[in-house]
């Protein structure tokens, strides 16, 4: 059964800062990882999606690598601005269950 | 263009009751999964959906079930309401069916209360 674990559980940052977010995997055998973003009581905004094959993918801001083998996957968020502040949500995708298995997530706090 | 819609926003129920939850995919999107996210948690995977066939289940009782239309956009049901279905509910769509190469799209979710 995949279990996906996000540490930390919240963190707390100034502006500015540069900040990674972790996410670790018990299954291997994905097909592919994606990173979310998560206002309170709001939907999910996909950030970043990498395929099993990549080491990793690049937007604007934010890097996220994958280590398949080793289970892991990181959020690089550089120079934080307090419109960061939300929770982060990595899921992989195991193709056998055709479904996304989710972290409970990182609540980021970016603060003037 | 639109992305996934879901409707209601909001809804509150009473123990016992039956509900519905309706989402509609981003356009050209054939598949969509439905995810149940109770406070403080990620999200639980329910049904995943494709070309109008079930093609995922989760862990949820049989008083869960969804279906998809014609047009691919979707429904899920819940009978005999319990106060532990309180949640936030999210419809995800995708491309293709084993979404291996693509991304999901989530829509803005339905906060179901049940008093």
Not at chain 1, 90 to 110: D, H, I, Y
């Amino acid at each position: 059964k995949q279990e996906v674990t996000q540490i930390p559980a919240a963190l707390s940052v100034p502006e500015g800062e540069n900040l990674v977010l972790n996410c670790s995997f018990t299954d291997s055998a994905i097909y592919n990882l994606q990173w979310f973003r998560q206002d309170p009581g709001k939907g999910l905004t996909s950030l970043l999606l990498i395929q099993s094959s990549q080491r990793e993918q690049t937007s604007g801001r934010l890097n996220a690598s994958l280590d398949k083998s080793s289970g892991r996957s990181t959020l690089y968020i550089a120079a934080s601005q307090p419109g960061d502040s939300a929770t982060y949500l990595c899921a992989v995708f195991t193709g056998t269950a055709s479904k996304l298995t989710f972290g409970t997530g990182t609540r980021l706090q970016v603060t003037l | 263009d639109a992305g996934v819609t879901q409707s209601p926003t909001h809804l509150i129920k009473t123990r016992g009751q039956h509900v519905t939850l309706r989402c509609s995919p981003i356009s050209g999107h054939k598949s969509v999964s439905w995810y149940q996210q109770v406070l403080g948690q990620g999200p639980q995977f329910i049904f995943q959906y494709y070309e109008k066939e079930e093609r995922g289940r989760g862990n949820f009782p049989d008083r869960f079930s969804a279906r998809q239309f014609p047009n691919y956009s979707s429904e899920l049901n819940v009978n005999a309401l319990l106060l532990g279905d309180s949640a936030l509910y999210l419809c995800a769509s995708s491309l293709g069916h084993l979404v291996m190469n693509t991304e999901a799209f989530f829509g803005q979710g339905t906060r179901l209360t049940v008093v």
